[in-house]
């Protein structure tokens, strides 16, 4: 079965410095890969994904990520937060698109002005 | 915003009791799906459903159990509800045609279990 993990539940980036949050699966099969982002009490959006193709996945916000097969990861970053950044962001795995998604248990990102 | 209404938003309830929580899309997407979030835990799989009348479990399903008798509406009911299953529920949708693989998220029910 898929899983992720994301280490540091909490990080904290000074405004207009890089954001990057980690994120690192298992998967049997070549993976789809999602990062959701979570604003206090609301659902989650998705921020983007990688399913085929090219590896650099561009999204929304300014956020990127690249998927890296060798080192099984896909690192989320930003080069300049800003305060409407602070938020959950969750990274999340599923086995060749059933989007039986299996989620990272998340990184709550606090941005310092 | 893709179109899903969960119901209720928040609920409190006693130990015992049972609840039942409802989705309901306009998308006609297959795929539907029950997920729990819990600080420390990320979100997990409850149940999903990959068609009318068709449903699995995942990984943290003990005492829940679903039904989907239309397209549109997926529920999640709580025989007996116990203070561990005060959680905040999510339900989710998608079709998986083409490029579209993501799940789009419901804004989420609140449940307090006392």
């Known amino acids: 079965a898929q899983s992720v993990t994301q280490l540091g539940s909490h990080v904290s980036v000074s405004e207009g410095a890089l954001v990057l949050l980690r994120c690192n699966y298992s998967?049997?099969?070549?993976?789809?890969l999602f990062w959701y982002v979570q604003y206090p009490n609301q659902g989650l959006q998705l921020l983007l994904k990688?399913?085929?193709?090219?590896?650099l996945v561009k999204g929304i916000n300014g956020f990127e990520a690249e998927f890296k097969k060798s080192e099984t990861s896909f690192h989320l970053t930003k080069p300049s937060a800003h305060m409407s950044d602070a938020a959950e962001y969750f990274c999340?795995?599923?086995?060749?698109?059933?989007?039986?998604?299996?989620f990272g248990k998340g990184n709550q990102v606090v941005v310092i002005p | 915003d893709a179109g899903i209404t969960q119901s209720p938003r928040h609920k409190v309830t006693e130990t015992g009791t049972p609840v039942t929580l409802r989705c309901h899309q306009t998308?006609?997407?297959?795929?539907m799906y029950w997920y729990r979030q819990d600080p420390g835990h990320g979100l997990r799989l409850i149940h999903y459903?990959?068609?009318?009348?068709?449903?699995d479990k995942g990984e943290v399903s003990d005492g829940y159990s679903v039904s989907r008798s239309k397209t549109e509406d997926f529920l999640l009911t709580l025989e007996s509800a116990t203070s561990s299953q005060t959680s905040v529920y999510f339900c989710?949708?998608?079709?998986?045609?083409?490029?579209?693989?993501?799940?789009?998220f419901g804004q989420g029910t609140r449940l307090t279990v006392v």
């Open positions: 989710a949708i998608s079709d998986l045609t083409g490029l579209n693989t993501e799940a789009f």
């Open positions: 998967s049997s099969v070549p993976p789809y």
């Open positions: 990688y399913t085929t193709g090219a590896t």
């Open positions: 999340a795995v599923s086995d060749n698109g059933n989007n039986r998604l299996a």
């Open positions: 998308e006609n997407h297959r795929y």
């Open positions: 459903s990959y068609g009318v009348k068709d449903t």
